[in-house]
């Protein structure tokens, strides 16, 4: 399961096929679904729809080499250890712990907007409903995995069914056959703009906007570890989330596209504001405003669950590779780590924090960071399969999931986000994620090659 040897320091086996399914789907589908789909469809217009599928064809690539590595080598440590074993130890370093300042980051803006609605909700301050839900989940990520598993399984199976349910809505009020509805037509996508009303620059700015609305499916990979059988339940796993996101965010932007004009969306910042809930409004369903708000609060905080999950793991997965203090790679007798738990939680509670006193200028640079963190990720996943997959096609360890078109596919996914990364650099929106994350990234190099002096240190003095 790990690779570690002690007994305290080994992870449990309880998820299974299922929880791992509903838990890259949960990551993945949060508020920016649901508050954030307007903002690339305002840019694009209805052409958003080619961004959304080149972004997918995208995700569907990394996640497939990513997928056959996780299946031949299932490991907590996920695409940290496979950038170990391809580039050495400051690659697996550098990853790790990039992944989980962005998670922990991200932890602590999802937090942030679940108090808020909920603080509105009961008329209390917003610090009262996190401290609630932080002490909360704490709980659930101290519990058997498998109970964990258990809980985000029906979490996100409701933002999943939520989904269902307004593709089924959009599909009625597009065809007309609700009460007082008439067939839409495309209007929307022929009319007086068009189908690509901003040209060429339009589409790429917007391809810009959607480029990481897939980012969370990776979780996937890392729960694997700590399934009943890792290499199966990866195969499932990795290539029914993949597709079913894909459904998912390209049918609901294809629903918002055919019936809503892309001039009138934009950010949204609150529940009201959701083309979600343009959309349910025009089918005269009562209370959507309210219904859409719970839904956001529900995948805000089912998203901060996963991701406390997935950061503990990958400090465990550090710590027994001695990139973590070794404190962090023990486990209880639920064979939770739970002081990587701790650390996760502490961290969440501090970006909340963060976000609210709001400092000049840092709390800035660190978002614009997680916002180019998905780049790099992916670009070493990308690099570490080509680096790999001949050794493990050498030695026999490719299962069921095998990524097609060697080595033609990889090396055009690697130009793709290259190109993805020169179109970032060209726009002053995206440019400062480039700048922030490289800041990072390099600050991580250089710590994973002192980490690896001051190690060498301790053992010769040993």
């Known amino acids: 399961m790990t690779n570690g040897s002690a007994k305290q320091t080994r992870l449990g086996s309880g998820l299974k096929t299922r929880h791992l399914t509903m838990m890259g789907l949960g990551s993945a589908i949060g508020a920016g679904l649901f508050l954030g789909t307007g903002v690339g469809i305002r840019t694009?217009?209805?052409?958003?729809?080619?961004?959304?599928?080149?972004?997918?064809?995208?995700?569907?690539?990394?996640?497939?080499?990513?997928?056959?590595?996780?299946?031949?080598?299932?490991?907590?440590?996920?695409?940290?250890?496979?950038?170990?074993?391809?580039?050495g130890h400051w690659a697996g370093f550098s990853l790790?712990?990039?992944?989980?300042?962005?998670?922990?980051?991200?932890?602590?803006?999802?937090?942030?907007?679940?108090?808020?609605?909920?603080?509105?909700?009961?008329?209390?301050?917003?610090?009262?409903?996190?401290?609630?839900?932080?002490v909360f989940f704490a709980?659930?990520?101290?519990?058997?995995?498998?109970?964990?598993?258990?809980?985000?399984?029906?979490?996100a199976f409701i933002k999943v069914a939520v989904i269902i349910g307004f593709?089924?809505?959009?599909?009625?009020?597009?065809?007309?056959?609700?009460?007082?509805?008439?067939?839409?037509?495309?209007?929307?996508f022929i009319g007086d703009h068009g189908f690509m009303p901003n040209g060429w620059p339009g589409l790429a700015a917007g391809m810009l906007a959607v480029a990481f609305a897939f980012g969370g499916i990776e979780l996937v990979t890392i729960a694997a570890a700590e399934s009943e059988n890792p290499q199966t339940a990866i195969a499932v796993a990795v290539r029914s989330v993949i597709w079913r996101i894909s459904v998912f965010y390209i049918g609901s932007v294809l629903v918002i596209t055919f019936l809503l004009p892309f001039d009138q969306l934009g950010a949204a910042e609150t529940a009201a504001d959701s083309p979600f809930t343009a959309v349910l409004a025009m089918a005269n369903l009562p209370g959507v405003v309210g219904f859409m708000e719970a839904v956001i609060v529900l995948a805000l905080l089912s998203a901060f669950n996963a991701?406390?999950?997935?950061?503990?793991?990958?400090?465990?997965?550090?710590?027994?590779?001695?990139?973590?203090?070794?404190?962090?790679?023990?486990?209880?007798?639920?064979?939770?780590?739970?002081?990587?738990?701790?650390?996760?939680?502490?961290?969440?509670?501090?970006?909340?924090?963060?976000?609210?006193?709001?400092?000049?200028?840092?709390?800035?640079f660190l978002l614009n960071a997680v916002g180019g963190c998905l780049i790099v990720i992916w670009i070493m996943i990308t690099a570490s399969y080509l680096r790999l997959h001949p050794e493990l096609e050498r030695l026999g360890e490719i299962s069921t999931v095998r990524m097609w078109g060697w080595p033609?596919?990889?090396?055009?996914?690697m130009i793709a986000?290259?190109?993805?990364?020169?179109?970032?650099?060209?726009d002053a929106a995206a440019r400062p994620q480039v700048i922030s994350v490289a800041v990072i990234f390099g600050g991580l190099v250089a710590l994973a090659y002192v980490s690896r002096w001051l190690q060498g240190r301790v053992t010769s003095r040993a």
């Open 44 to 87: 694009a217009g209805p052409a958003v729809l080619l961004a959304y599928m080149a972004a997918g064809a995208i995700v569907v690539m990394v996640m497939e080499m990513l997928g056959e590595m996780a299946a031949a080598r299932p490991s907590s440590g996920s695409f940290s250890t496979y950038s170990r074993q391809a580039f």
């Open 139 to 155: 709980v659930v990520n101290f519990a058997h995995v498998r109970g964990f598993g258990e809980f985000e399984f029906w979490f």
């Open 307 to 364: 991701q406390i999950y997935a950061t503990s793991r990958l400090v465990h997965s550090l710590a027994l590779d001695r990139d973590a203090p070794r404190i962090f790679a023990v486990t209880n007798r639920e064979s939770v780590p739970i002081n990587a738990v701790v650390l996760s939680m502490v961290f969440a509670f501090a970006s909340v924090g963060l976000q609210y006193w709001n400092p000049e200028g840092l709390l800035a």
């Open 167 to 188: 593709l089924i809505v959009g599909a009625a009020l597009i065809f007309g056959l609700l009460p007082g509805t008439t067939f839409i037509g495309l209007d929307n």
């Open 96 to 134: 790790g712990w990039l992944y989980w300042f962005m998670l922990v980051m991200v932890m602590g803006a999802e937090m942030t907007g679940a108090a808020a609605i909920m603080g509105a909700w009961f008329g209390v301050d917003p610090w009262i409903p996190a401290l609630v839900a932080v």
């Open 417 to 426: 986000l290259w190109a993805l990364v020169l179109l970032m650099l060209f």
């Open 408 to 413: 033609w596919l990889g090396w055009a996914t």
